[in-house]
């Protein structure tokens, strides 16, 4: 089963546009990670984040994480044509080396 | 570096015909993963390899589904026999199991349709 779901299902915006997709888990983490998929490809990894920290940043992505409330926030500023793709959280919980993924976020940016 | 690889990119085939797919990881990557991904959904895992030690297998359908890594490198996913329910894409990643850095390299996935 999946351990998490992501928020909302489908995302549209205006390139140049910020875009902030929400992830919801279940269990005690050791840390939360974010992959992107284009359509027909595997996932690549975008940013971790551990359970003992609360803000990661790299280039235009920032990752917000509330452990208390089980939900992390990926934030993509200025968004390009190229941001358009699937993403998806991923959760390793505490002791295990399994990586769960949620649902995914479907973000299209307009040109 | 090489990638991780994974053949076939597509595959066919009628219910009730056995498939395999075949993954070679990146060189060095001591952990691999084989997830099953149906349209529209997240990734599900179906099986962990820790060299060539099934650690985590518990997802995996063992009335039609098996899998090996011998000698701790590549690994092979097979079904037999295949199912309507089995079309989904089959996407293979590895990991060089270190503590605190849990990151996958996936590969480009094996389309699979039943027919």
């Known amino acids: 089963s999946q351990q998490g779901e992501e928020d909302p299902q489908a995302l549209s915006i205006q390139e140049g546009e910020n875009a902030t997709m929400n992830c919801s888990y279940k269990t005690s983490i050791n840390n939360l990670q974010w992959y992107r998929q284009n359509s027909g490809r595997g996932l690549v990894h975008l940013i971790l984040i551990r359970s003992n920290e609360r803000e990661k940043h790299s280039g235009r992505l920032r990752v917000t994480l509330d452990t208390s409330k089980k939900s992390s926030s990926l934030l993509i500023t200025a968004s390009r044509a190229a941001d358009t793709a699937s993403y998806f959280c991923a959760t390793v919980t505490t002791g295990a080396n399994n990586l769960f993924f949620g649902t995914g976020t479907r973000l299209t940016v307009i040109p | 570096e090489a990638g991780v690889v994974q053949s076939p990119r597509y595959k066919i085939i009628e219910k009730k015909q056995p498939v395999a797919f075949w993954c070679n990881p990146i060189s060095g990557h001591n952990t691999l993963y084989w997830y099953r991904q149906n349209l529209g959904q997240g990734p599900e895992l179906l099986i962990r390899?820790?060299?060539?030690?099934?650690?985590?297998d518990s997802q995996l359908p063992k009335d039609r589904f098996s899998a090996e890594r011998l000698k701790g490198v590549d690994s092979t996913l097979k079904i037999q026999p295949a199912e309507l329910g089995d079309s989904a894409v089959y996407l293979c990643a590895s990991m060089l199991l270190r503590s605190g850095a849990n990151v996958l390299t996936f590969g480009a996935g094996s389309r699979l349709t039943v027919l």
């Open positions: 390899y820790e060299n060539e030690e099934a650690v985590d």
